[in-house]
């Protein structure tokens, strides 16, 4: 039996169908010599992109805290020109984006025409942590699924390729992963006790992740649920999806202008 990486658009998710610690019997050696077969692929499909500037791609990380959404950033992104390429990490929001609509901070850090955009963290925080927390009140929060598909919709319409990635971990490889923050010197800069806050709060936060998830996984901007106990399996998969998604954008390098074979420099 496999696990899927996606769900059909309508089908209600429930993560405890998901195992975050499925790895499809893969064998780690092969799959870290895909995974750089694939991080190469990406590079050059990118610099084709680059060179079209017609399209963009729009990568959203979305997962708990300690799923991997840097280490994923940082394998997976390694072969990609860092001209051409971006990436943001949503915090909380400042004064001055709070005086706009939840879209307003998102909407400006969406990639130009040949770039690639990656989003560590994203407008989903506004259907999370808000409505975990209970940072607006529920109105408000319910009729931003809506909104977000509409801005999705029109981002794909103007030529932005949207790939949506929830990195799943188990509560369990969750502990042990803060653990390592405070055990790890190299790592304790990492851990901040609001994390314990946010913790307690799991079982919450996987129902916001439920609805999120299936209330905004339309035909132009998917979900992939991406089984992330296993860095070389979460790393894989995502490298996988990548690369099949920009192979079918087969992105084109522009026609030369006319008459530049006859040109000689001299
Ligand atoms: P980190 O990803 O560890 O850098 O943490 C960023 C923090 O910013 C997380 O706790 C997020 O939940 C929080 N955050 C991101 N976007 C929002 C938002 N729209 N409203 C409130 N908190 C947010
Ligand atoms: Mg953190």
Request: charged residues 30%; positive net charge; proline residues 6%.
């Amino acid at each position: 039996m496999s696990q899927p990486l996606t769900v059909p658009p309508g089908k209600r998710i429930r993560l405890k169908d998901f195992d975050p610690a499925w790895c499809g019997g893969e064998e780690k050696r092969r799959a870290l010599a895909e995974t750089q077969r694939n991080v190469q692929a990406l590079g050059e499909l990118a610099y084709r992109l680059y060179a079209e500037n017609r399209r963009a791609l729009l990568i959203v990380l979305q997962g708990m805290d300690t799923s991997g959404k840097d280490g994923t950033i940082r394998t997976v992104m390694d072969g990609i020109n860092p001209q051409s390429c971006q990436v943001t990490s949503f915090k909380a929001p400042s004064e001055e984006e709070l005086d706009h609509d939840f879209l307003w901070r998102i909407h400006r850090a969406v990639p130009r025409r040949g770039n690639v955009g990656i989003f560590n963290r994203s407008h989903y925080e506004d259907v999370l942590v808000v409505r975990v927390r209970g940072l607006v009140p529920e109105k408000e929060w319910q009729s931003r699924y809506d909104r977000i598909n509409e801005f999705e919709r029109l981002l794909c319409d103007g030529g932005v390729r949207l790939v949506k990635f929830f990195l799943h971990i188990s509560k369990e490889e969750q502990r042990q992963r803060l653990q390592a923050r405070l055990d790890d010197p190299t790592k304790r800069w990492k851990f901040s006790r609001r994390d314990l806050e946010e913790r307690k709060l799991w079982a919450e936060y996987q129902r916001a992740y439920e609805d999120a998830l299936t209330r905004c996984n339309t035909p132009h901007a998917p979900w992939y649920i991406i089984p992330s106990d296993r860095k070389w399996y979460r790393n894989l998969t995502v490298s996988r999806v990548l690369r099949q998604v920009l192979e079918e954008m087969d992105p084109q390098f522009p026609p030369p202008e006319p008459g530049l074979k006859e040109l000689t420099v001299e």
